[in-house]
């Protein structure tokens, strides 16, 4: 029986995931800068504001391991570990230097550099509680189920939601669905879809609308508005 629920006193780590090619984009956009630092760094700076977190793991491409630490700036990380050629397998590197007393764990995607320190903490929460959070929001677009260039079904808006990250489970679910997606030859695009492959619930709990994650320059220069707005906001 997997353990689900935690203490609320336990040890969380939080994985941040920045070994990606960046092939949509064009570069390793992860590293590009945005406001005057990396994209990375953005990640970095919201979870140094959160407190107790017992082990932050950053992953990085094998080519830029050694300027980790231009990289990540004024912050500090617990552990730096190389990725490997699928998200799937740079969250395997990350699992493999978990310390012993960890019993929650965050994956946050770096191309996402506006997630909250407020929703960290409530996937921290929810995960504590549940086992399970995933931060999704609602779909604005009416989504078709294409073949081709030929419509072969409308889904049901209502009962669509974008996934994001951070996405929190605990320490034993997640090594778990890693465990059993490697046996299954199972290539996630997020970690909850592996939970989800074990038939095991995964909890959703509200997202963030401003949370967009970047794929394409276009979504960057998004970004950048955004974090304009926020500043004139403060
Ligand atoms: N990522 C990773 N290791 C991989 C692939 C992706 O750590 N082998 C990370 C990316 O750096 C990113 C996040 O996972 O922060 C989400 O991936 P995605 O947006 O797909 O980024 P890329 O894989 O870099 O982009 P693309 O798919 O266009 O190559
Ligand atoms: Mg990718």
Redesign the pocket.
């Known amino acids: 029986m997997l353990t689900q629920r935690v203490s609320p006193l336990a040890n969380t780590a939080i994985i941040v995931?920045?070994?990606?090619?960046?092939?949509?984009?064009g570069q390793?956009?992860?590293f590009m800068q945005i406001s005057g630092k990396s994209m990375l760094w953005w990640s970095l700076e919201t979870i140094a504001k959160l407190e107790s977190v017992a082990q932050t793991i950053l992953?990085l491409p094998q080519t830029d391991h050694s300027d980790a630490a231009r990289l990540i700036g004024t912050h500090t990380v617990s552990d730096i570990v190389v990725?490997?050629?699928?998200?799937t397998?740079?969250v395997r590197s990350a699992l493999a230097v978990l310390s012993d007393d960890i019993e929650v764990v965050l994956v946050h995607?770096?191309?996402r550099p506006l997630a909250s320190p407020e929703l960290f903490s409530s996937v921290i929460e929810g995960a504590k509680t549940a086992g399970s959070a995933l931060p999704c929001v609602e779909v604005a677009d009416t989504i078709k189920e294409i073949e081709g260039d030929r419509v072969v079904a409308t889904l049901d808006r209502a009962r669509l939601r974008a996934a994001q990250t951070p996405q929190g489970f605990s320490r034993d679910l997640l090594v778990a669905a890693y465990g059993s997606a490697l046996a299954g030859g199972i290539i996630g695009t997020d970690d909850a879809s592996l939970v989800e492959a074990m038939d095991v619930d995964v909890t959703v709990i509200p997202g963030e609308r401003d949370n967009i994650?970047v794929?394409s320059p276009r979504d960057a220069q998004m970004v950048e508005l955004i974090m304009d707005l926020r500043k004139g906001l403060s």
């Open positions: 995931l920045a070994a990606g090619r960046g092939e949509r984009f390793k956009k992860q992953v990725g490997g050629s699928e998200r397998d740079s995607d770096a191309a994650k794929t």
